[in-house]
């Protein structure tokens, strides 16, 4: 059940179960957050260039704009020599499977060293919060990114596979025979967008954001085959203030870098609401919004 083509296609959105949203937010603290190595394009001018204290004030912000949206935030303890732990979105892919009402998380296989050691912590959360901590069989020799590069299409069972900088295309074909579920796998042809959640931002079932320079034309039409309506990200947008690493929690607000006025014009437009949140700290890094959360059910 995994899928690269049109061609190849069995399955239409519609006749996909039913996948409600998630309606809790994890978001770990910055506590140790900065740029000390070079893992993507976004950091290599920022060793060492992060504000601390501004960061902290920028990821209240980001809490506050969820508890305010009904979604009282779970919060992870960052940890020492982890810069990066703050991205939560990266360690886990979590599922829900409605039909046996269960709950879980897949534990990532971080493509870089530097980020491996964030996995056995949230492996530990999970396990406390009393989820289902599941990982990919041992002798699969692939790298996988979380929801970086895994994303549920909203309301239904199928996910979205970003594969060509951090996550192998092997590691789908065990995650589709894991969860049960379909996966349409989308080629990153340009490392700015190193992770899928760069690039598209599915918004609600029918509406997504997304830069189309990030795939390639076989990419863009499975995108185009399932989304009724995609809302394009003007480039500049997309690669320097990552417009489509915003989030939607509730089919209605999207959370997003503040200064993205022709995504956030297009996005009222489909009678979306912007919520502008600064997040230049974290965009040092490569993230942003997205990258800061994991949503769970």
């Not at 002798?139 to 060509?164: I, K, Q």
């Not at 502008?276 to 769970?296: H, N, P, R, Y």
Request: aromatic content about 10%; charged content about 25%.
């Amino acid at each position: 059940m995994v899928y690269q083509t049109l061609d190849a296609l069995d399955v239409q959105l519609k006749d996909l179960p039913v996948l409600p949203p998630p309606n809790r937010v994890v978001l770990t603290t910055p506590t140790h957050f900065d740029v000390e190595y070079v893992i993507n394009p976004h950091m290599s001018e920022n060793v060492g260039a992060v504000r601390k204290e501004v960061a902290w004030q920028q990821w209240k912000a980001v809490r506050a704009a969820y508890t305010a949206l009904d979604r009282k935030p779970v919060v992870v303890n960052g940890q020492p020599g982890l810069p990066d732990m703050v991205f939560c979105a990266n360690q886990t892919l979590p599922f829900y499977n409605p039909g046996a009402d269960t709950k879980g998380v897949v534990l990532s296989r971080m493509h870089s060293e530097h980020r491996e050691g964030e996995v056995p912590y949230y492996d530990r959360f999970f396990e406390d919060m009393g989820y289902a901590v599941k990982t990919l069989r041992e002798d699969l020799d692939a790298d996988f990114e979380g929801m970086g590069d895994a994303l549920w299409h909203p309301t239904r069972r199928l996910l979205w596979g970003g594969y060509g900088y951090r996550t192998s295309p092997e590691a789908y074909e065990a995650l589709s025979d894991l969860l049960d579920v379909p996966v349409v796998l989308l080629r990153l042809t340009d490392p700015d967008y190193y992770h899928l959640d760069t690039c598209l931002c599915p918004l609600d079932a029918e509406h997504a954001l997304v830069a189309p320079d990030a795939f390639d034309d076989t990419g863009r039409a499975l995108i185009e085959s399932f989304f009724d309506t995609l809302i394009e990200v003007p480039d500049h947008e997309a690669r320097h203030q990552l417009a489509c690493n915003g989030h939607c929690p509730d089919g209605t607000h999207v959370l997003i870098q503040e200064g993205c006025e022709q995504t956030n014009e297009r996005l009222r437009e489909h009678n979306f609401v912007p919520v502008e949140l600064d997040t230049s700290e974290f965009l040092k890094a490569g993230g942003s919004v997205f990258c800061m959360k994991q949503m769970i059910w």
